[in-house]
């Protein structure tokens, strides 16, 4: 009977054994199943980009030329003016990071002057019309949220073609355009006030390098977040 009752035993603390080593490997399994399923649900969030945003922005303001103007000395009696009302339209798409791109163009007065050539009077008016690629980047881009002050602010640089014309009314009319290329920089400061509106404000730097044309513009802007995906 003693034989008997060893072997039972035996078999029984072997089938304890058998049963704790084959626990001992199911632990580590479901441990690394659930640390692959972990891995797979981050990179399904690493991969899933977006949202973009369709931004459209238009504005107006003032303008002052802020490079040297020769008035011819044939004119009498000068009446310079380096004031003007410039307008803008542009479009940027806002990506998934920090960096944006868009097109620009508008209406940039650069100056004038009106006087008299022998008697008759002369009136001369030059402007531009800008076509620019631009950039721009929030300077807050990496930390705060739509109500800090370093989200809200953002530089924009741009280059492109500049179409400027010139008119001259003097016993007629006469009409002459010129392109250059040149450049434009900005600094913004928009603010909320709705889900898809924000109004702007944007001090901006004009260049047409090739005619010497530039002027500094301040403008007041309405951005229009038009479409998101």
């Known amino acids: 009977m003693l034989p008997l009752r060893l072997q039972t035993i035996r078999w029984v603390v072997l089938f304890l054994l058998l049963s704790l080593t084959a626990q001992a490997q199911r632990i580590p399994s479901a441990r690394r199943q659930r640390r692959l399923q972990a891995i797979e649900a981050d990179s399904l969030i690493d991969t899933r980009r977006g949202p973009y945003t369709l931004v459209v922005t238009a504005g107006g303001g003032l303008s002052y030329y802020s490079t040297h103007l020769g008035v011819p000395q044939t004119i009498d009696e000068p009446h310079l003016s380096r004031f003007g009302t410039p307008s803008s339209l542009r479009v940027m798409w806002y990506p998934d990071h920090r960096l944006r791109v868009g097109l620009e163009t508008g209406w940039t007065t650069m100056y004038s002057y009106r006087g008299k050539v022998a008697g008759d009077n002369t009136h001369v008016y030059v402007s531009a019309v800008p076509i620019l690629v631009v950039f721009s980047m929030p300077l807050g881009w990496l930390t705060g949220t739509d109500r800090s002050v370093a989200r ?78």
Do not use: C
Request: aromatic share 16%; charged share 15%; glycine share 8%.
């Open 152 to 229: 809200r602010m953002a530089i924009t640089a741009g280059t492109g073609l500049y179409v400027n014309h010139s008119r001259l009314d003097y016993q007629g009319t006469v009409m002459s355009n010129t392109n250059s290329l040149g450049w434009m920089a900005a600094a913004s400061y928009t603010y909320p006030i709705g889900r898809r509106f924000r109004i702007a404000g944007e001090l901006k730097w004009f260049d047409a390098v090739a005619v010497e044309n530039a002027a500094f513009t301040a403008e007041l802007q309405l951005v229009w977040r038009a479409f998101s995906w």
